[in-house]
T-cell receptor
């Protein structure tokens, strides 16, 4: 079975400082990994995805994530936070057993950005 | 707007009543998914369709829940004899093609409140 653990329920940063949102996954097979963002009253938006190509994945809005198989991690980073980054972020895994057809979401990390 | 559309945005109903939600996917997408998100949790998979065929159902989908996609385009999710525990955000998503290369595009969801 696949699972995702987001290590922090809330992360607070100041505008202009780096962002780190941590995610560990468990999957019996080579997984695909995603980060989605959810702004209040908005739908989930894909930030980036890892599908067994380059281990460092660049996404939208300056976010990137690195797949580390040895650590079973897929942490999300951004060099400099912006106020508009305040939202909830979900780490997501899918694997070939499900035909990549179903996604397993983490519980989410709320990113708070202060001026 | 050519994104995933869900209707209604909000639904308040009394316990025991039936409710039906509608999802219109992105037109060229052949896969359609339903997820449920409760407060403080990530979305949980309910079911998905490839064209008009319902290929997978989660154990979360009790007998009171039924989903259809009769012509392989829009989908409906019906909940019969609603219970307070059904209160949640119901998310629809669609994707194109197969495998892990095609990310899911989510709608803004239907928020159900059962009183």
């Amino acid at each position: 079975a696949q699972s995702v653990t987001q290590l922090d329920s809330h992360v607070s940063v100041s505008e202009g400082t780096p962002v780190l949102l941590r995610c560990n996954y468990s999957s019996s097979y080579s997984p695909s990994l995603f980060w989605y963002v959810q702004h209040p009253n908005k739908g989930l938006q894909l930030l980036l995805k890892y599908t067994s190509a380059a281990t460092l994945v660049k996404g939208i809005n300056g976010f990137e994530a690195e797949f580390k198989k040895s650590e079973t991690s897929f942490h999300l980073t951004k060099p400099s936070a912006h106020m508009s980054d305040a939202a909830e972020y979900f780490c997501v895994v899918s694997d070939p057993i499900s035909g990549y057809s179903t996604l397993t979401f983490g519980k989410g990390t709320m990113l708070l950005v202060s001026p | 707007d050519t994104g995933v559309s869900q209707d209604p945005r909000h639904k308040i109903t009394k316990r025991g009543q039936n409710v039906t939600f509608r999802c219109d996917p992105i037109s060229e997408h052949n896969r359609l998914y339903w997820y449920r998100q409760t407060l403080g949790q990530g979305p949980e998979f309910l079911t998905y369709f490839q064209n008009e065929a319902q290929l997978e159902k989660s154990r979360l989908l009790s007998d009171r829940f039924s989903a259809e996609r009769p012509k392989g385009s829009f989908s409906t999710l019906e909940i019969q004899r609603t219970e307070q525990g059904d209160s949640a955000m119901y998310l629809c998503a669609s994707s194109h093609g197969q495998g892990n290369a095609s990310p899911l595009h989510f709608g803004n969801g239907t928020r159900l409140t059962v009183t």
